[in-house]
């Protein structure tokens, strides 16, 4: 009788597992490959992406990709993406976020654009754990210095909370992000790790071990650092 309890009791914690990875959409299976194909790709152009001693330094990465143009023109939320932080050298398991609203000047122009942030200190790790954060506004950001060396970084970049890039056409740029809101997606990822986790718990406790579906990105990340 006390064998049976212990394998349903095993069973019965393997199928809820199965259960939060199950509930994965098409759309953020998507989502994190693509995210995983641009951490690829920075990886593949030190020489014209981001830095390698600023990626060093940061606390978090978010990466949204495929962000399109008709996002810029209606308006409202802009797009998805994915963020980790990194403790003692190890990267946390990814949480899903969220930027909407705010001039991203000339990016307006662009069929497809993918956005990297790069957090550089605990200030704007906590910043973007709240409901809401605006860039420039309750978070400093500024667009972030490209190539190899971060030495030619101005002052303001420097001391930035948190670095952005967009890259169109496989090029890395810089860009200000002025007025953009960034937020965890709670739907998302109560699809990814069920209800009731949080991002701050995902993020900064590591008491959340990152899901089967998240391998790609995890697998990007760690070829980075």
């Known amino acids: 009788m006390y064998a049976k309890r212990i394998t349903s009791a095993v069973t019965a914690v393997f199928l809820a597992g199965t259960f939060v990875s199950a509930d994965i959409s098409t759309s953020e299976v998507k989502r994190i ?13 030190p020489d014209k992406a981001v830095p390698q001693d600023l990626w060093n ?6 990466v949204f990709p495929g962000l399109m143009k008709a996002a810029f023109i209606v308006g409202g939320e802009y797009g ?3 963020m980790s932080c990194r403790h003692d050298g190890q990267w946390s398991a990814p949480v899903f976020m969220k930027i909407g609203k ?3 000047g000339l990016q ?6 993918d956005l990297v942030l790069l957090v550089m200190n605990e200030g704007g790790v906590e910043k973007l754990l709240r409901n ?8 400093s950001a500024a667009a972030g210095p490209v190539g190899r060396d971060a030495r030619a970084a101005t002052d303001a970049q420097m001391k930035a909370e948190i670095l952005s890039y967009s890259r169109t056409q496989g090029l890395f740029a810089g860009v200000n992000l002025s007025g953009g809101v960034v937020q965890s997606d709670n739907d998302d990822n109560a699809d990814l790790y069920g209800k ?11 008491s959340v071990k990152p899901q ?4 790609p990105f995890m697998a990007a990340l760690n070829q980075r650092s």
Not at 196 to 206: N, P
Request: proline share 2%.
């Open 57 to 62: 330094k940061a606390n978090c990465v978010a």
């Open 108 to 113: 307006i122009g662009a069929q497809s654009i």
């Open 33 to 45: 490959e693509e995210a995983a194909t641009v951490l690829k790709d920075i990886q593949a152009s």
């Open 102 to 104: 705010g001039s991203w």
């Open 132 to 139: 809401k954060v605006s860039l420039g506004a309750e978070a």
């Open 212 to 215: 089967p579906a998240t391998q």
């Open 80 to 82: 998805k993406g994915l």
């Open 196 to 206: 009731g986790v949080t991002a701050r718990q995902v993020l900064l406790e590591g």
